[in-house]
């Protein structure tokens, strides 16, 4: 097994961080801020809209329940 490998040439594992690789890091990071600001608006809007449709569904159920006891059906 050491024959197979004996080719392989081990030096210091190193990395160069350049600017390019700085900035790239930068734009992503940016990117995944703004998407998670994007998502955290998003559910808030959805939570807000659904509370109003609810208030707009118990509005509306209420206002039938006073007609139909005004009104009440002759069987």
């Known amino acids: 097994m050491e024959r197979l ?5 081990y030096s210091e594992a ?15 990071s940016g990117i995944w801020i703004l998407l998670w600001f994007g998502y955290r608006n998003n559910k808030l809007n959805d939570e807000k809209k659904m509370k ?3 208030e707009r569904i118990k ?12 009104y009440p059906n002759k069987k």
């Open 5 to 9: 490998f004996s080719y392989v040439k």
């Open 14 to 28: 190193s990395f160069q961080m350049t600017s390019q690789y700085t900035a790239l890091l930068l734009i992503t």
């Open 52 to 54: 109003e449709k609810q």
């Open 59 to 70: 509005a509306k159920t209420e206002r039938r329940k006073k007609l139909d006891s005004l």
